[in-house]
């Protein structure tokens, strides 16, 4: 996804690739499934490694685009074979012509992105009349987690603090369905769905390490940074418990 691995620790953006390379269109992408066909041209922004955009090849052509050099690398390694089009490209500025695409697709992309006014407004462009518009979203704010300690809250604003200096809202899903129809998209229709993308400890240590490489740099809020990095030391090495994402899926038509 576009720009996801800004802030990880050395070595952890290869870890996080693979966490991305295992999810699927089967369940990522299922709400998009009954708009595909033979004669659907899709593009996919934010591909990453690309293991959802391959399954999205029901559409008779498939253009994926992502900004991480690394995500197109591995993408185009692993999948050698496939039809999909890879390009390096930004949300922001797609290669493509006016009304060039029958669906617009982005999972787990918006609540990186700075400006999403202006990556709508691309899409917009993009899609011909009638087009669908179908994106997936995260939002933190209703993220389930059992035991939520106080050291779970602490070490997640820090989490939420890196996200947002780094341009990106970690709240996305919430604002994504208002926003869409700003954009001037009709029909616009949203499901919530939980789904259990990786443990509670998993989901400990991520954001552990997030911190503490946060914390390796020259970074303002060090004070409130290191205070949440002792809170997810301590998380991580606590009992295990029970971590549900929230995601937003968004289906609109232009």
Excluded at 110 to 132: I, K, Y
Excluded at 226 to 234: E, G, L, P
Aim: charged fraction near 20%; charge should be positive; proline fraction near 6%.
């Amino acid at each position: 996804m576009c720009g996801v691995l800004e802030g990880y620790a050395p070595g952890y953006a290869q870890d996080a690739i693979s966490m991305m390379a295992a999810r699927r269109a089967g369940d990522r992408a299922a709400f998009v499934m009954p708009h595909l066909g033979p004669a659907v041209t899709l593009l996919d922004v934010g591909c990453g490694p690309g293991s959802i955009t391959t399954g999205l090849l029901p559409a008779g052509r498939v253009i994926a685009v992502d900004t991480e050099p690394s995500q197109l690398v591995y993408a185009r390694r692993k999948h050698p074979r496939s039809k999909v089009e890879f390009l390096a490209a930004s949300a922001y500025a797609l290669p493509l012509a006016d009304s060039s695409v029958d669906v617009v697709f982005a999972h787990a992309l918006f609540e990186h992105l700075s400006d999403p006014a202006s990556a709508l407004a691309e899409f917009r462009r993009v899609l011909r009349t009638g087009g669908t518009l179908a994106l997936s979203t995260s939002d933190w704010s209703r993220a389930k987690l059992r035991p939520k300690t106080a050291n779970v809250d602490a070490a997640l604003r820090g989490h939420y603090l890196l996200r947002r200096r780094a341009g990106g809202d970690p709240f996305a899903g919430k604002h994504l369905p208002g926003r869409v129809q700003q954009a001037g998209f009709t029909d616009v229709r949203t499901h919530t769905r939980y789904r259990v993308d990786q443990s509670y400890k998993d989901l400990a240590n991520y954001v552990e390490q997030r911190l503490i490489a946060a914390l390796e740099q020259d970074t303002p809020d060090r004070d409130q940074l290191a205070s949440a990095a002792r809170s997810a030391w301590t998380w991580s090495r606590g009992p295990s418990g029970d971590f549900t994402q929230c995601w937003v899926e968004v289906l609109a038509t232009k």
